[in-house]
């Protein structure tokens, strides 16, 4: 299993731009988040799924986008990029479907925005 | 609007046992108290949780305090491999989904 692979693991975007960052697992979970990390601080929660064609939106949502055609992928959407999302991007899956169980983190997408 | 408060940094001797304290005196009745780390900027790892017994596993113990207003996290031997953050967390119930309501964590280094 390759658990929860993150694309890509650097990325910088300039004021104004799009991207899309990319997670993917392989457990067959059905609950998926998204959250950033700034620096000298816990994590914050963006959106969420808790299957596919189902997400709402955490904590921090605003300037990002999510959608969630499989099971296996949940990709995250910088809609028009800001220095103030300059931040490490992790993805999170669970196999409970509320969020309640033990989340398994991939690596992290370290973006920056000039 | 984290729910927990940590020291910002602790030393551990290597072999020794490491207790790191968490606040969380604002804590409802049905909310867990779950404890991840992350090493060197890695993506976090799970340790363990709890509501209002100790509990225990292959990494460590977690004892809550009656009145439930704050805890430790006990890592019996601790290894040079155990330096990272602790995040002391707090799972709460929104919009009928739980989430984690992350501080700012304890950074524990562990010396030779």
């Known amino acids: 299993n390759a658990g929860v692979t993150q694309t890509p693991k650097f990325q910088v975007l300039k004021t104004g731009q799009s991207m899309t960052l990319q997670c993917a697992q392989d457990m067959n979970h059905e609950y998926m988040s998204w959250y950033r990390q700034d620096p000298g601080m816990g994590l914050r929660l963006i959106h969420y799924s808790v299957g596919a064609g189902i997400t709402d939106q955490g904590e921090v949502p605003n300037g990002y986008n999510v959608s969630r055609s499989t099971t296996e992928d949940f990709p995250l959407r910088l809609l028009s990029a800001a220095p103030s999302q300059t931040s490490v991007y992790f993805c999170?899956?669970?196999?409970?479907?509320?969020?309640?169980?033990?989340?398994?983190f991939g690596p992290g997408t370290r973006l920056t925005v000039t | 609007d984290a729910k927990t408060t940590q020291p910002p940094s602790m030393d551990c001797a290597e072999g020794r046992a490491a207790n790191l304290p968490c606040n969380h005196s604002t804590i409802s009745g049905n909310e867990y108290v779950y404890w991840y780390r992350q090493i060197h900027s890695q993506g976090p790892q799970y340790i363990i949780h709890?509501?209002?017994?100790?509990e225990t596993n292959e990494m460590a113990s977690l004892i809550i305090t009656e009145d439930r207003k704050s805890s430790t996290l006990i890592l019996p031997h601790a290894t040079l491999r155990d330096t990272a953050v602790y995040y002391c967390?707090?799972?709460?119930?929104?919009?009928?989904?739980?989430?984690?309501?992350w501080g700012a964590g304890t950074k524990l280094i562990i010396k030779p």
């Open positions: 967390i707090v799972r709460v119930l929104r919009d009928s989904n739980y989430q984690l309501i």
């Open positions: 999170a899956s669970s196999y409970s479907t509320s969020g309640s169980g033990e989340q398994y």
């Open positions: 709890g509501l209002k017994n100790n």
